[in-house]
């Protein structure tokens, strides 16, 4: 069996993400205690350069302590690597004496162990470990990094709507989430009652309309003389032009290096301020961005998210026992469960909201949305009712 | 002595107010058991409306609750009244048959009750709690909600400085802040060692330049290969303009019904996004605003804040019997201690950053400045150093 085990990190960072990788690292080193453990920097360029840190030398406590640190440890990459990339990924684990290659990261990372799969002709197991905030993997039930992002989305629009009970206003943040709107759903995880924020919320399996949008304010400002707005990033309107395109306009809208337009500006912040000034003239209006924060923020990382996230990268050594795969969390009707499953159903594919999760309007959650949630995200804090 | 107290909060909420009428509230039931105590809702405005809630009739476990609760849950109010609104809220209290008014707020609530003091003739005991997150009340080593708001800001940056060492760029984050620089400063609270961001900070007591902040960047990127900043909302060019109207303009820019410039919008967000596409064409730039996260989030309370907040409520109770003042915490070389001084001694002023606390430079804390936030602002978690 394999002597040699490559991890890597790759997208976006998550509170657990590193839980993964010290799972892995101690599962590797029950199993086959004299193997080496190559952790890649900045995840295949790591691999592609051979910059590696020797993860089987650390103690037992270190790797604890790692785990328990947000972000990714190991550095990360965006780089989803093409065929002749791949080649240099491929010797450089060849070159290390790689008998597998544990990538944690969303369906690109999938996308690529299944390229370097068909590429290495079965020298080398390829496996998947699942991670990201936007929990847009098919196969799973949620992914690891998503509950800690979900628990601080939650905690912070309870916060936002008790400072909008204080000073009442429009209130808009806008939540990671290019595709999927799960995300941006668990800001209604901690609402206190039927009175509470948020009381629009707007994902990206629904189409965005401006004008629609201000009757909603205003209709929610009669109703509870404030209004606060969960808004995912990735919101588009009915012709499928993201919001931040159809208002800047395709020529002016900055796009990254793989041509997808460029959501985490601030424009997508001024086109709300813009639609609340127009359609709400003189109502104190605030839009915010949550940022970064939900991916790592230190006091909301998940004792569940964390456990999973280790659990994972457990299971990781064992799909590469096996030759290779995708962990995944599924859920058995009582329990989360990990199982393996082929890389080809979970690379480049996105999980979207289900449909009955959403209510007829589209800006709320329905019984079974919020029954998923409740599930994920359960109330961590008890708070009282406020007298306004 | 008083049978009816009132007690209101005023100004932006944090995330201990709640504990400063539970304090009162608990301590008059203590003192005087047959005292009728009114919270009025939105501060003076539900003094001069009547709008009352009956504090006196809750049990003390609901009382704790509510104290435990973020944001101000009476209701606050930006209403700073002059000389008529005042003759309506003492017209309001006299109804309420109230012998004395407890206003929980910074320096406008100091001052607020300075007015009605003189216009009451000695009736009516006019107490100022104190409470902002922006730390810049004189009199007061620090102020309630700085605590909790600061742990927040830490925690903040330790954890994007932490995604960013994983995924290199510039990250700048606007820190709420209009004159003090106190809660950008504790960005810097939690940084793991010399490497760690922010690597800048900028504060409204020392003039900022567009083109010496490109400066600095290119030289932390140099060094640190990212480059992580914090800046206060408030800052300002040489001449005393602030950043915002300085680069939107003075007729463009947004006001307050106070004339204030608006500093919340995502002109500022903005402003750096354009200085960092001009001065690093191509790099990897990221500006979010903190917003109103610091001054509520339900998790980054700080016990010590909480309770010092609780007791500056007990110390009003103490400072109505005195006849009134204002309650400020003061730091007697070894422990933080409460007080009671003039009202004119806190009303219509502000505390700025100590200038000792600043670096040559302006964008680090000196030893001084350090030992200050590792006083107030503990470290709460412990991380591990990343591989990257």
């Known amino acids: 069996m394999a002597e040699t085990f490559v991890i890597a990190q790759g997208g976006g960072p998550t509170a657990v993400i590193n839980q993964t990788v010290a799972g892995a690292t101690l599962e590797i080193r029950k199993r086959y205690p004299k193997a080496r453990v190559l952790g890649a920097r900045h995840g295949v360029r790591g691999v592609r350069d051979g910059d590696f840190v020797v993860l089987s030398d650390l103690p037992e406590a270190q790797l604890r302590l790692f785990g328990g640190t947000p972000s990714a440890g190991l550095g990360s990459t965006r780089d989803k690597p093409d065929a002749a990339y791949c080649d240099l990924v491929l010797k450089g684990l060849q070159k290390a004496d790689a008998q597998a290659f544990i990538y944690i990261g969303g369906n690109d990372t999938s996308g690529t162990q299944q390229i370097l799969t068909d590429a290495s002709g079965g020298s080398i197991a390829f496996v998947h470990a699942p991670k990201t905030i936007d929990n847009d993997l098919m196969e799973n039930d949620h992914t690891p990094g998503f509950m800690s992002a979900a628990e601080f989305v939650a905690g912070a629009f309870l916060s936002v709507d008790l400072d909008f009970r204080a000073l009442p206003g429009v209130y808009v943040a806008i939540v990671m989430g290019r ?7 668990a800001s209604a995880a901690w609402r206190l009652d039927e009175e509470s924020g948020p009381h629009l919320i707007y994902v990206p399996e629904r189409a965005f309309s401006v004008s629609r949008f201000i009757d909603d304010v205003k209709r929610t400002l009669d109703k509870h003389k404030r209004c606060v707005v969960a808004v995912s990033e990735g919101v ?3 012709d499928g032009t993201s919001l931040v395109e159809s208002i800047v306009g395709p020529d002016k809208v900055e796009r990254d290096a793989h041509g997808n337009v460029k959501l ?4 997508l912040n001024r086109a709300f301020e813009h639609a609340l000034a127009e359609g709400l003239p003189g109502k104190r209006a605030r839009v915010d961005a949550l940022g970064y924060m939900p991916r790592g923020y ?5 004792k569940v998210d964390s456990q999973e996230a280790f659990d994972a990268g457990v299971h990781a050594v064992e799909a590469a026992a096996r030759g290779g795969g995708s962990v995944a969390l599924q859920f ?3 329990k989360t469960v990990l199982n393996i499953v082929p890389l ?10 289900p449909d009955d999760f959403l209510s007829a309007e589209g800006t709320g959650l329905t019984e079974k949305g919020m029954a998923y949630l409740n599930r994920l995200v359960p109330k961590r804090f008890e708070v009282a009712k406020p007298f306004v």
Chains 1, 2 share one sequence.
Do not use: W, Y
């Open 332 to 334: 058995d009707g009582q």
């Open 236 to 238: 588009q309107t009915a």
């Open 264 to 267: 985490s500006g601030s424009d």
């Open 179 to 185: 595709h999927a709107g799960f995300l941006t759903a």
């Open 344 to 353: 080809s159903s979970v690379a480049a594919k996105t999980r979207h909201m």
């Open 298 to 302: 230190v006091g909301a990382i998940s």
